[in-house]
């Protein structure tokens, strides 16, 4: 059975709808943020891979997962502003290079771990920076570049079986380092005041009209062509491969920056989030439906080996690097929950582990609201997505 474009898309928004049900009923879902698009995704994949027992194969045409793709990472990279770096001062450049630093790790660890193993280094780097601090949306995008630079089938489902894994344990195990943290330490339950006229949680609410909507899907799509454009003609002059979604990232932040100087446009954006959560709620969900599960039986073992060691690792780097190069008090504690949020998981787990926190000592720590969406979600992948293509690049 093959679905072209068309009906791969319909049948992806139903499935999409069905994770956003079912995320909704079952609270155990909802705890760990898991994302609709995974769970739908997931269950269809694996309806799919049972049918196959019985010689019924089913194809998706997923060519509109690359445009799809590449306008997510285009608002990503126009939420890119260098200003915001000043708002966050010393601290959020220190939790940055932080987390920086944490991607260099985790593709460090994975390419050592697969190397012990004797296995491809590509899958060091799929189940290091990729899948963990990149989540779901970097599986998926980083994978299918591996599937296509080096031929390994089964880089899409091993990538997204390594995001899933830190995701649970992202949420398992933030709140718990923290608390041991604050305990260990006697921390004094204060927050920075210097912080207190910037609440990052005030945020103007309003519903963007028709043309906010199609200006923003205008200004996306023109830094889309550039992009698609830039990365073409990079890849054909310098045989290094730039995916099309990155060289759009790029253009973006370029964008963004250079418009936070001249002021040229407003950018509407409740505009952005919409289109952000519409392109990779479809996106991944697309790419879930398409998993052949049945391929990463392979690598099950080291894989599961190397998640272990990973999770050690980022723990350890979080209660004895991080914890005390953020100040040692109970805002460095709470920015450590959200570290092993998005370092394992992604930005909502993060928010979900410190608001626990927060919760449980009655004191919202403002620094930390400010300075973990603002790095997990941007300011990292400025420098971990250049370096996840390098490294695939490197060792295809």
Not at 82 to 105: D, H, N, Q
Not at 154 to 165: E, H, I, P, Q
Not at 176 to 198: C, E, G, M, W
């Amino acid at each position: 059975m093959n679905f072209e474009s068309l009906s791969a898309l319909t049948i992806s928004i139903g499935v999409l709808l069905f994770g956003m049900f079912l995320k909704k009923r079952f609270l155990i879902l909802e705890k760990f943020c898991i994302p609709s698009p995974v769970i739908g995704g997931f269950l269809v994949s694996m309806v799919i891979y049972a049918l196959s027992f019985i010689e019924v194969k089913i194809n998706f045409d997923t060519s509109l997962q690359t445009p799809l793709m590449a306008a997510f990472f285009t608002i990503i990279g126009l939420s890119g502003s260098f200003k915001l770096l000043k708002v966050g001062g010393k601290i959020l450049l220190i939790y940055l290079g932080c987390c920086w630093f944490m991607a260099l790790m985790q593709n460090f660890i994975g390419i050592s771990m697969m190397s012990f193993f004797d296995l491809n280094k590509l899958y060091g780097i799929l189940c290091g920076a990729v899948s963990l601090e990149g989540g779901h949306g970097n599986a998926i995008a980083f994978g299918g570049m591996v599937e296509e630079l080096s031929g390994m089938n089964n880089a899409k489902v091993l990538a997204l079986s390594a995001a899933t894994f830190g995701l649970i344990f992202g949420s398992l195990l933030g709140g718990p380092v923290a608390r041991y943290l604050i305990s260990k330490h006697n921390l004094k339950i204060q927050t920075n005041q210097d912080i207190k006229d910037t609440d990052p949680l005030k945020h103007e609410i309003h519903i963007a009209s028709h043309k906010d909507f199609l200006k923003s899907l205008f200004l996306i799509l023109c830094i889309m062509c550039i992009g698609f454009y830039i990365s073409s003609q990079f890849t054909q002059f310098s045989g290094y491969s730039l995916p099309s979604y990155v060289g759009c990232m790029l253009i973006a932040i370029l964008v963004r920056n250079f418009n936070d100087i001249l002021n040229i446009f407003k950018i509407n954006q409740y505009s952005l989030d919409t289109i952000s959560e519409l392109s990779l709620g479809i996106f991944l969900t697309m790419a879930m439906m398409s998993l052949k599960i049945n391929e990463l039986s392979t690598v099950a073992i080291p894989l599961f080996i190397t998640l272990i060691v990973q999770i050690l690792a980022l723990l350890l780097f979080a209660v004895f690097v991080v914890f005390y190069l953020c100040g040692r008090n109970y805002d460095s504690a709470i920015m450590c929950a959200g570290l092993i949020g998005h370092g394992l998981g992604a930005t909502p787990n993060a928010v979900a582990n410190m608001n626990a926190v927060c919760a449980r000592y009655a004191l919202i720590s403002k620094q930390a609201f400010l300075i973990v969406p603002l790095c997990g979600a941007v300011l990292i992948d400025i420098v971990a997505i250049p370096l996840n293509t390098y490294l695939i690049n490197l060792f295809a």
